[in-house]
């Protein structure tokens, strides 16, 4: 099986940890998390899960949360911040938090420092 670098990011203010994933394709990702991660969340391939360069996905699974980021070797910049869109939306919005006017400031400072680590550890700026 391909290498896969494993990074545990959480989100603030929410202190909620997103597992980021980076491997050859999806579903070397996929496999990796199957064995090596939550092996009882069993994740199901999907569709063209080669030509992907990314997703996000969470489960909860007796009574815990998981978050998850599969990124490809080669995903560019925008599929990454794409991806980490949809973390910090969903999790927000799952724990009351909904995008309006008066919090656009909050969104951009959880969104700007997610992503930012996220970008940092892909791109092996840090550890």
Same mark, same amino acid.
């Given at each position: 099986?391909?290498?896969?670098?494993?990074?545990?990011?959480? %989100?603030?203010?929410? @202190?909620?940890?997103? *597992? %980021? %994933?980076?491997?050859? +394709?999806?579903?070397?990702?996929?496999? =990796?998390?199957?064995?090596?991660?939550?092996?009882?969340?069993?994740?199901? #391939?999907?569709? #063209?899960?080669? *030509?992907?360069?990314?997703?996000?996905? =969470?489960?909860?699974? &007796?009574?815990? &949360?998981?978050?998850?980021?599969?990124?490809? !070797? +080669? /995903?560019? *910049?925008?599929?990454? %911040? @794409?991806?980490?869109? @949809?973390?910090?939306?969903?999790?927000?919005?799952?724990?009351?938090?909904?995008? /309006?006017? !008066? /919090? *656009?400031?909050?969104?951009?400072? /959880?969104?700007? #420092?997610?992503?930012?680590?996220?970008?940092?550890?892909?791109?092996?700026?840090?550890?």
């Amino acid at each position: 099986m391909s290498k896969v670098k494993y990074y545990k990011v959480e %989100i603030q203010p929410f @202190h909620t940890p997103v *597992d %980021i %994933i980076i491997a050859k +394709d999806i579903s070397i990702g996929m496999k =990796w998390v199957n064995k090596n991660l939550l092996p009882k969340l069993k994740f199901k #391939n999907i569709e #063209n899960e080669k *030509d992907t360069l990314g997703l996000y996905a =969470w489960r909860y699974k &007796e009574n815990k &949360e998981y978050n998850l980021i599969f990124l490809r !070797e +080669d /995903s560019s *910049d925008s599929t990454i %911040i @794409h991806e980490c869109f @949809h973390a910090i939306m969903r999790i927000s919005y799952d724990r009351g938090a909904e995008y /309006s006017k !008066e /919090s *656009d400031e909050f969104f951009a400072y /959880s969104f700007g #420092n997610f992503t930012g680590e996220v970008l940092d550890l892909f791109y092996g700026r840090k550890k």
